[in-house]
């Protein structure tokens, strides 16, 4: 158990609309994650953080902003969600040995 | 940019066979996960290799990388209807990043 928690665990959210999802760590791990796994394309990096309020953009970024304000929480928002984001999004930090671990996943919906 | 490629992408056999799982990469890694995901789940992690050559046993699960830290393998022996799920492997980089694969389906059937 890496101590991840996502949240809301699941969404359904009108095109247009601003969504935030919360990705909370209890082990005070530097590097924190966010992907997005969609059929046929696998696990893709949206955006990392390497610290507080140091974020890095990942191979599909577009769309997406990331705050990390504390090192326990990494925020990703979808400023005006489309239909092309709904998706299922994990948080990840990486441990010793450049291990991910993952949380359970937020599925989101986007109508 | 790294890739990994997973084959192969489907796989169905029945209870009691063997397989083998690839992951293959022009590329060098520090390190290599496979990962195990159930629907509804997040992936998690079964083993990491760190050392060229390494061999990992996991219960009935063999995990090999390859000499040159490029590749590796996922070997399951007398599969079995609990293994059924996406097996994805990971290639992890000294930077904090990595990359995945595609994943594996497999459905082991009663």
């Known amino acids: 158990d890496a101590g991840i928690t996502q949240s809301p665990r699941h969404k359904v959210t009108e095109t247009g609309t601003p969504v935030t999802l919360r990705c909370h760590q209890t082990?005070?791990?530097?590097?924190m994650y966010w992907y997005r796994q969609d059929p046929g394309h696998g696990l893709r990096l949206i955006h990392y953080?390497?610290?507080?309020?140091?974020?890095d953009k990942g191979e599909v970024s577009d769309g997406y902003s990331v705050s990390r304000s504390k090192t326990e929480d990494f925020l990703l928002t979808l400023e005006s969600a489309t239909s092309s984001q709904t998706s299922v999004y994990f948080c990840?930090?990486?441990?010793?040995?450049?291990?991910?671990?993952f949380g359970e996943g937020s599925w989101l919906t986007v109508v | 940019t790294q890739l990994l490629e997973q084959s192969p992408q489907f796989l169905s056999i029945q209870e009691g066979e063997n397989l083998t799982v690839y992951c293959n990469s022009s590329?060098?890694?520090?390190?290599l996960q496979w990962y195990r995901q159930e629907p509804g789940e997040g992936p998690v992690l079964l083993v990491t290799?760190?050392?060229?050559?390494e061999v990992k046993k996991l219960k009935r699960l063999t995990f090999q990388f390859g000499d040159a830290r490029k590749d590796s393998s996922l070997h399951i022996t007398a599969a079995q209807p609990g293994d059924t799920g996406l097996y994805l492997c990971?290639?992890?980089?000294?930077?904090?990043?990595?990359?995945f694969g595609d994943g594996t389906t497999l459905t082991v059937k009663p």
């Open positions: 990840a930090i990486n441990d010793v040995g450049n291990t991910i671990y």
């Open positions: 082990e005070n791990h530097r590097y």
């Open positions: 953080s390497y610290g507080v309020k140091d974020t």
């Open positions: 590329s060098v890694f520090s390190s």
């Open positions: 290799v760190v050392t060229g050559g």
């Open positions: 990971a290639g992890g980089t000294n930077a904090g990043k990595s990359t």
